[in-house]
């Protein structure tokens, strides 16, 4: 299996070390692109701002996107990226540690493909984003955009 990149978008540090911790054991994640808020996580989907000039034949294979961000929070980045036909069948994991109704509908609406409640357990966490990365980079097929 060839090696995929994953764009995870987190603005808590210590959230996004965990992850970082549990992507860095998956041996079919080539490459975890960071973004710390959602014009960041836009620029890099779209090579604008501080990722002009990224190649855009390199698209993320799986996308973790908080939804508590600054700038623009992680609705508005699903929105954006769903109406977009590069991006439009991306898969997006929402990790969020809201467990609000309206964020999960709005989510869904917006076109989320899975809905996760971060585990507050440091070892529930890892399995939690391994469990996720393996399902959706091994398991599951996506058409192209």
């Known amino acids: 299996m ?5 764009l995870l978008v987190e603005d808590n540090p210590d959230d996004e070390a965990l992850a970082m911790r549990a992507l860095r054991r998956i041996p079919f994640v080539g490459q ?15 090579a604008n701002g501080s990722h002009a000039g990224r190649d855009l034949t ?3 294979a799986l996308m973790l996107l908080d939804l508590k961000l600054p700038k623009l929070n ?20 929402i990790l969020t540690t809201s467990k609000e109704e309206q964020d999960l509908t709005s989510s869904y609406r917006l076109g989320c493909n899975s809905y996760i409640c971060k585990p507050v357990d ?8 391994e469990q996720i990365v393996r399902y959706w980079l091994c398991l599951n097929e996506t058409p192209r955009g």
Do not use: W
């Open 2 to 6: 060839s090696e995929k990149i994953v």
């Open 32 to 46: 975890v692109a960071i973004a710390r808020d959602g014009v960041e996580a836009l620029d890099y989907l779209f």
């Open 58 to 60: 390199q698209m993320p």
């Open 74 to 93: 992680g609705l508005e980045v699903l929105q954006r990226l769903r109406a977009n036909p590069s991006t439009q069948f991306l898969p997006v994991v």
């Open 122 to 129: 440091f070892v529930e966490f890892t399995e939690t984003i």
